[in-house]
């Protein structure tokens, strides 16, 4: 068997003849070359495992191979190598397809971490991964193919586009941001960008950024040395350390205090970190993956974000688009939910959405996404019967679903009692949280808003029962006429608690 094949291409004498040194006790085979025009005739003869050119050649800059590998269709990773302190050349080159870049002076433990990475890249069969572009239609693996299940579904054009490229950009080492309304996917895209890469056997790291005490921030990410401050009894690593090797998402990016993006900025550029109490710095091999529902280009203008971290991780923008715009989706995610919420409880028969229920589901805009359609889902799965989902199931609420005139024209002509009230709350969600009235029943102003004010009946009305009961779950049910699973769902969504 033949080892890979790797072309440099530099200028310099002395640190081509360094790298060849470098790549050939890694067991590879190595050709160099002294100019763009050397390169491309080697490039002619044969195909190789990784590229790796000097940014500055006296014929050219080494972006330009960049360009045309990737406008020739090959699969061939290229790296180039920026000057000390040139991060706009290596954002360039990332941005122009580049699968990663390393600074000089050239450090041979990076040296490794990248050769290593790009000929996974090369080889994406070793890992099961499938090449770019070539993916199930609806988003699902197929299991005798042995690619990875994804997590993002959908047969909307949208979808359909959204993974082609995620599976193109799976291949580079590229920093990207997911941006993207709150409940819209961003995780799940982030877990397909590494389940499509050849880092997909390594650790994936997921790291709330606004969910960390400032104070412990650097310690979280960077890790710490026994001792290093009151409560650090033993040695620990922090995320970078355990996503070595794999990625790391920063979810909630926008979210980092100042000072925490100057530490993060430092170790994205050196891919170096320094634990807390530690005096040396340990190298780590992390695809950045970055997440907002925030716009991060406002924060870096009002001074909320930093403008040089802002262009580091936003090399490559990946947009998820709301679920109001991939209404076609909505029929699948409701089926996939449906069968993943019901196998915990082994129903019998299977849960499915009755037409009208599906097409109310459709007209609704879902402020929450994706997350949204689950907890309604969720929500309709209690009072569902004979495995089927009705539009009343459904109890779908403003803001997500467009008020009538008339039912804003609603005013009542008394105080309504807790037996009105209960009847008025099963009306409305008969009825899917519209109302029907008559045009002359408009003599008394409208609560502030009518879904909290139906929430308030229907919690004064629970905790009646609870009382009466002394707070027995199950009596209270019965009083009230509903299951037990109903009247937990309600009294979670509510929030009444026993100690009430």
Request: aromatic fraction near 4%; charge should be negative; include cysteine.
């Amino acid at each position: 068997m033949t080892s890979p094949r790797i072309l440099v291409v530099d200028d310099e004498a002395h640190l081509r003849e360094l790298l060849e040194i470098a790549l050939v006790k890694m067991g590879l085979d190595v050709d160099s070359a002294d100019s763009l025009a050397e390169a491309r005739r080697f490039l002619l003869l044969r195909d190789y495992a990784l590229v790796l050119t000097d940014m500055r050649l006296l014929d050219g800059l080494g972006i330009e191979l960049v360009h045309e590998i990737v406008a020739s269709g090959k699969m061939t990773p290229v790296a180039v190598i920026t000057a000390f302190g040139s991060a706009d050349n290596a954002v360039m080159a990332l941005k122009a397809g580049a699968f990663d870049y390393l600074s000089k002076p050239v450090a041979l433990d990076q040296l490794r971490l990248m050769v290593q990475s790009a000929l996974r890249v090369h080889l994406p069969e070793r890992n099961g991964v499938p090449p770019a572009g070539i993916l199930p239609r609806n988003g699902l693996s197929n299991n005798k193919s042995g690619a990875p299940a994804l997590r993002l579904i959908g047969v909307s054009a949208a979808m359909q586009d959204l993974r082609t490229q995620i599976a193109r950009l799976a291949r580079s080492m590229a920093p990207i941001a997911i941006s993207g309304e709150s409940g819209s996917g961003k995780e799940l895209a982030a877990r397909d960008l590494h389940a499509l890469s050849p880092r997909a056997d390594k650790p994936f790291i997921a790291v709330n950024c606004g969910a960390i005490p400032e104070n412990l921030m650097e310690a979280e990410f960077f890790g710490y040395r026994k001792g290093a401050f009151t409560g650090a009894a033993d040695d620990r690593d922090g995320f970078f350390q355990a996503a070595n090797g794999g990625t790391l998402l920063l979810d909630e990016v926008a979210d980092l205090p100042l000072a925490m993006q100057v530490k993060l900025l430092r170790a994205i550029q050196e891919r170096r970190v320094r634990k807390v109490g530690a005096t040396t710095e340990e190298v780590v091999d992390v695809r950045l993956v970055s997440a907002t529902h925030q716009n991060l280009a406002e924060c870096v203008e009002k001074g909320k974000f930093r403008q040089d971290l802002y262009y580091r991780l936003n090399v490559i923008e990946l947009h998820l688009p709301p679920l109001r715009e991939r209404v076609d989706d909505i029929g699948l995610l409701a089926e996939v939910i449906l069968t993943r919420l019901a196998f915990p409880d082994q129903h019998q028969s299977p849960i499915s959405l009755s037409p009208a229920a599906l097409q109310a589901l459709r007209g609704y805009t879902f402020p929450g996404n994706v997350r949204e359609l689950e907890n309604i889902l969720e929500r309709a799965l209690a009072f569902a019967n004979d495995g089927q989902i009705e539009v009343s199931d459904l109890a779908l609420r403003a803001p997500g679903y467009r008020q009538t005139e008339a039912a804003r024209a609603i005013e009542l002509r008394e105080p309504i009692g807790p037996e009105e009230s209960a009847a008025t709350v099963a009306a409305i969600m008969a009825m899917g949280g519209q109302f029907v009235i008559e045009p002359d029943d408009t003599k008394v102003s409208l609560p502030p808003s009518l879904p909290m004010h139906l929430d308030d009946v229907e919690r004064n009305i629970i905790r009646q029962a609870l009382g009466r009961t002394q707070f027995n779950r199950t009596k209270a049910a019965e009083l009230l006429g509903i299951s037990f699973r109903q009247l937990r769902y309600r009294m979670q969504r509510l929030s009444i608690h026993e100690q009430e």
